[in-house]
């Protein structure tokens, strides 16, 4: 199985802040990295699919990058609604993984 | 748009049969583009997918290692809906189950509410 490991697993940001998150990979998945943003109780939200698409609806202030096995979400401008946990997962191959989480909160 | 609306009930003794069932609205469980997902979420194992079921000229399932001895994904065209089967539920099967929807390689579009399920005697 490809490993997903994300860092941090938590930080603190005030609101205008950028902040990034990175995601690595056991081994290469080309771009097939996906981004989702979770908040309590409520099922995970497609932000970023393909390391760098954003998804339909999604406002621009989120980005991706990243290929093979190092990858990032970048969030500008941190608006109080983007406070949450962030997963990474890659659709590389079967079984589909997911990362730990990073959980963004307030500062 | 997609809707995913699941059912099924939220709490079972050990050995028991989980069930769960995710109607489908604004696509078909048929679709030669898309794949119909179970993931699971749990503070000990975090997010983890379970299975698929998806049709491409016929009907195709991948499992998770780790579930594969108890679990079963299947359609129902009939309906517009799929099904998550674990035979054998342990309380380590503890979790909110989601169904999800995703096409080709982007990503899980669209997801259904959860389901906590637990499992306790």
């Known amino acids: 199985d490809i490993q997903m490991t994300q860092s941090p697993s938590s930080l603190s940001a005030s609101v205008g802040d950028r902040v990034t998150i990175t995601c690595r990979a056991s081994q290469s998945i080309s771009s097939y990295l996906n981004w989702y943003q979770q908040k309590p109780g409520k099922a995970p939200k497609l932000v970023i699919f393909?390391?760098?698409s954003l998804q339909s609806g999604v406002p621009s202030r989120f980005s991706g990058s990243g290929s093979g096995t190092d990858f990032a979400l970048t969030i500008n401008s941190l608006q109080p609604e983007d406070f949450a946990t962030y997963y990474c997962?890659?659709?590389?191959?079967?079984?589909?993984?997911f990362g730990g989480g990073t959980k963004v909160e307030i500062k | 748009q997609v809707q995913l609306q699941q059912s099924g009930p939220g709490l079972l003794k050990p050995s028991q049969t989980l069930l769960l069932t995710c109607a489908i609205s604004g696509d078909s469980v048929s679709s030669n583009s898309a794949a119909w997902t179970w993931i699971r979420q749990s503070p000990s194992r975090g997010l983890e997918w379970l299975g698929r079921t998806y049709y491409r000229s016929k009907w195709y399932n991948d499992y998770a290692v780790s579930v594969r001895s108890r679990i079963t994904v299947n359609p129902d065209t009939s309906k517009n809906q799929f099904f998550l089967q674990l035979n054998s539920v342990t309380p380590e099967d503890t979790a909110v189950y989601y169904c999800?929807?995703?096409?080709?390689?982007?990503?899980?579009?669209?997801w259904g509410q959860g389901t906590l399920v637990t499992v306790s005697s």
């Open positions: 393909a390391a760098s």
């Open positions: 999800a929807r995703v096409r080709g390689t982007s990503g899980f579009d669209s």
């Open positions: 997962q890659q659709s590389y191959s079967a079984p589909l993984t």
